[in-house]
């Protein structure tokens, strides 16, 4: 197995520690095999009961924390039935962990002692928390909006937190060069962790006793959770596990929307655009170095994305919170995406929910309590 360039082809060995090609471009892995439905049987419900879909070698011991397994809910909204997967229930709080786990398991193997990483929050919480249960130190460069609670994780995991002026993209800067002495364990960058986030379809496919829904809505900031769904999906397919795999509708926040102006124009890659500050920080990407895969995923799953505005993100927002869920307002943008869809789209979706409310109380109490 080894890493392959999405966009010129180089290949090269999963022992060196890089997160991207020498041309620039990002990554991919391509496993050899697959789990057979035997093997499920046998296992226990975190995301490893799947690992030979992660293309990892197969000496690396996995650094596993409980991730895994979240509940689907089946709900009505607006007289509409949808489900809920419920992907806020990590141990640390993100669906990221499902990536984390399977990229920090890699980096131990490979004997790295200290990591790097940029995020505006969930990532890097993700990572302190895999990286501090694997022994391995870890910085993190968090641009100034960081949400309190969300750093307040990554310190109480040892994590050395480096807070960087200006935009997202300046700790994404910052890391880089970091990168050049640690191994920069990235959400954006390394395949790794989209492998790991696969797991989501895997459970889908089983929660749902072998088939699928025939949409599924997802926020996307650099848009690797769609990614990794999408190869899940593909992967059940080429298994002849599923028939068909679900149109992929992914939401993205007017203020900071580059996927889904490239999609509406029909590009192949995002372009640069100038974005504002949205109340889903967590979304707010401007450069997803992913996003052709991303691009090509929306298009091949036969789906599409939608923008939704901080008004529409704030008022699904407490939709949920009448349903007793509490996820933070980039998680809600899901939900206001869903919303803007024909109702026959919106028919029996499902709605990944991405992060919990609990890391956002101040911003939560600013938006719904202040006024
Ligand atoms: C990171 C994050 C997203 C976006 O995921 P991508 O894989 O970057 O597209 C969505 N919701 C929450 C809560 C996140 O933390
Ligand atoms: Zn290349």
């Not at 960087?164 to 990235?186: C, L, T």
């Not at 960058?189 to 749902?208: C, D, K, V, Y």
């Not at 008004?311 to 927002?317: D, F, K, V």
Request: charged share 25%; with cysteine.
């Amino acid at each position: 197995m080894a890493y392959t360039c999405f966009t010129c082809g180089n290949k090269y060995s999963l022992s060196e520690k890089l997160f991207r090609c020498s041309c620039g471009s990002f990554l991919q892995v391509e496993p050899h095999g697959f789990f057979s439905k035997r093997q499920l049987s046998r296992r226990d419900l975190s995301i490893w009961r799947y690992r030979e879909a992660f293309g990892l070698p197969e000496r690396v011991e996995p650094v596993s924390i409980g991730e895994g397994r979240t509940p689907i809910l089946r709900r009505k909204v607006e007289d509409t039935p949808l489900l809920f997967k419920l992907d806020f229930l990590q141990p640390s709080g993100s669906f990221k962990d499902r990536g984390a786990s399977v990229l920090i398991s890699l980096a131990k193997s490979l004997e790295v002692s200290k990591v790097v990483e940029d995020s505006s929050g969930n990532a890097g919480a993700s990572i302190s928390a895999y990286a501090v249960a694997a022994g391995i130190r870890c910085t993190v460069y968090v641009p100034a909006y960081t949400p309190e609670g969300k750093l307040i994780q990554m310190k109480l995991f040892g994590s050395e937190v480096v807070k960087v002026p200006g935009k997202r993209q300046d700790a994404n800067r910052a890391v880089i060069e970091a990168a050049q002495e640690a191994y920069y364990a990235s959400h954006l960058w390394n395949p790794f962790f989209t492998m790991g986030l696969q797991s989501a379809a895997f459970e889908i496919w089983e929660q749902f006793g072998g088939k699928l829904p025939p949409r599924v809505v997802v926020p996307i900031g650099g848009g690797g959770f769609l990614e990794g769904l999408y190869l899940g999906f593909v992967a059940l397919k080429r298994a002849g596990y599923v028939r068909e795999i679900p149109k992929l509708i992914g939401v993205q926040a007017e203020k900071c929307p580059p996927i889904h102006r490239a999609f509406q124009e029909g590009l192949p890659d995002y372009r640069e655009m100038e974005v504002e500050t949205t109340v889903a920080e967590g979304i707010a990407v401007q450069k997803p170095p992913r996003g052709k895969a991303v691009l090509q995923a929306l298009r091949d799953s036969g789906g599409h994305t939608i923008g939704v505005h901080d008004e529409e993100i704030i008022s699904a927002e407490k939709i949920l919170f009448s349903l007793g869920l509490f996820v933070e307002p980039t998680s809600a943008s899901a939900l206001a995406g869903w919303r803007k869809l024909p109702r026959e789209e919106r028919e029996g979706a499902l709605v990944m929910l991405t992060g919990n409310g609990l890391k956002e109380t101040k911003k939560l109490s600013d938006l719904f309590l202040s006024a």
